[in-house]
């Protein structure tokens, strides 16, 4: 019976793991930059809706912001499991802009592959979002991983297209390690009730074979 046990804890954790976010703060929700360092000439920022009336968070109080300037981004190195494996990640953010013109300021994801080192081995970005008709629109992608990529830079990048101000929004960021050969259908969608966090299930996971182990005793 302990066995079972551990073995279905075990099988748990994997399945809980394989669906969480490998960023930091996706969301802006600590309300600053918290793992997030700031590039280009805009000096992107987090928002609450104040920037732009009318443009709010797509879920929670915050988002991340372009700010003012022609470019800005913001990048998260994150380490990638299974070094030296067929891997491949799951890619998903939402973003609006201000409607101004056709093409009005707008965002994109890259992503840049790092080895051991630090060296670049490869970089691949996500097509150009220009949602500005007064909805988010949510980006959805897999990509390939190579082998030899230790870690991974995942940076918005904010562009502007119009006007003086940035305004671009990004909100409820998501990487995710899938198997090779993924669809997007692994992409965990937004608004789903949050797992367990794997610190919890194992605590459950232990309690549960110290009270069988009371009971054998």
Same mark, same amino acid.
């Given at each position: ?6 073995? #279905?804890? #075990? ?14 703060? =996706? ?16 000096? =992107? ?33 994150? $380490?990638? =499991? ?101 669809? $997007? ?8 009730? =949050? ?11 232990? #309690?549960? $074979? #110290? ?7």
């Amino acid at each position: 019976m302990r066995l079972k046990l551990a073995t #279905a804890l #075990a099988a748990l954790l994997v399945s809980t793991s394989s669906h969480a976010t490998l960023l930091t703060n =996706p969301g802006a929700e600590t309300g600053n930059l918290l793992g997030w360092t700031v590039g280009g000439l805009s000096n =992107p920022r987090v928002d609450d809706g104040s920037f732009d009336p009318g443009i709010d968070p797509h879920s929670g109080q915050w988002m991340f912001s372009g700010n003012h300037g022609l470019w800005g981004s913001l990048t998260q190195n994150v $380490l990638l =499991p299974g070094f030296g494996q067929s891997r491949q990640v799951a890619v998903s953010f939402w973003e609006q802009g201000l409607d101004q013109d056709i093409p009005s300021d707008s965002a994109y994801v890259a992503l840049t592959y790092r080895g051991k080192d630090g060296g670049v081995i490869s970089k691949i970005s996500t097509a150009t979002i220009d949602a500005h008709d007064g909805v988010w629109k949510q980006y959805q992608g897999v990509f390939d991983v190579p082998t030899s990529a230790w870690s991974v830079d995942y940076t918005m990048v904010f562009v502007r297209n119009f006007g003086l101000d940035l305004d671009s929004f990004i909100d409820d960021n998501s990487l995710t390690l899938v198997s090779a050969g993924g669809s $997007l259908d692994q992409v965990k969608p937004t608004g789903e009730a =949050p797992e367990p966090s794997t610190a919890m299930i194992a605590g459950l996971g232990l #309690a549960l $074979l #110290a009270g069988l182990g009371k009971r054998r005793g």
